[in-house]
């Protein structure tokens, strides 16, 4: 096995607080495309929105590509991003069968100051800049609570 030389330098400084919102993205092993399957992509929308139910996250925006995903959360209660991360990755994992994910994820905590609509927009529009869909609306496999 390869070594992975930049992944544990996904974890410096990660830090998680309530009520932040947190851009994250994480990458199919090997970026198999996955979610090019209908019933996949639905099984991680379905785990994303359990961690509303579970009080861990609020899913303020999602875009699930065929490779990776995009969820703009704000955490709730005592969660941390490390482990609301770990848990939706794992429970994919478990109902898709062996390897799924690149160990890690990315995760970008936006500042109060920062533009939380356009945030969810650059999520959201990740279809149409993949060149998968001309129209936003054509593309199944996305939500934002603005619209």
Known sequence: MAPKPHSHRLRVGRHSEARRIYLVTAITKHRRPLFHSLSAA?????????EHYLGRADTLAFVVMPDHFHWLLELTGTAELSRVMQAVKSVVAHHLGGTVWQDGFHDHALRHEENLLKAARYVVA?????GLVTRLGDYPHWDAIWL
């Open 42 to 50: 639905r099984c991680l929308i379905r785990v994303m929105h359990k």
């Open 126 to 130: 990740n279809p149409l800049r993949a």
